[in-house]
Nanobody, 126 residues
Framework: QVQLVESGGGSVQAGGSLRLSCVASTHLSGPVCMGWFRQAPGKEREGFAQIHSDGTTNYADSVKGRFTISKDNAKDTLYLQMNSLKPEDTAMYYC????????????????????WGQGTRVTVSS
């Protein structure tokens, strides 16, 4: 069973930056999609960034141009660099993954993802 462990959350003022990390307990071989979801209080969970093992990335419009998803395959670690943070980015952030047979495309719906981290909280104050 693969475990994902996030770190790097915290409190920051609007306009600031944070970098989240997610370490996988086991190397995920083969085509894999990894990504980040977030859930703000009273809102639905949102899948906003994905990265395929071939390097293809995809972002929701809400974070495009501000957030960057990346991976270090040697360390089995996923990253999320968040810049120009806004109060509406306040949420619990979850690292996710699933093994895929598709090339270059990662699903955004949460039901597709088999592995979830426990979440790390990000709070952005105005």
């Amino acid at each position: 069973q693969v475990q994902l462990v996030e770190s790097g959350g915290g409190s920051v003022q609007a306009g600031g930056s944070l970098r989240l990390s997610c370490v996988a307990s086991t190397h995920l071989s083969g085509p894999v999609c990894m990504g980040w979801f977030r859930q703000a209080p009273g809102k639905e969970r949102e899948g906003f960034a994905q990265i395929h093992s071939d390097g293809t990335t995809n972002y929701a419009d809400s974070v495009k141009g501000r957030f960057t998803i990346s991976k270090d395959n040697a360390k089995d670690t996923l990253y999320l660099q968040m810049n120009s943070l806004k109060p509406e980015d306040t949420a619990m952030y979850y690292c996710v993954a699933y093994r895929t047979i598709s090339g270059g495309y990662c699903a955004r719906h949460e039901s597709i993802y088999d592995y979830w981290g426990q979440g790390t909280r990000v709070t952005v104050s105005s």
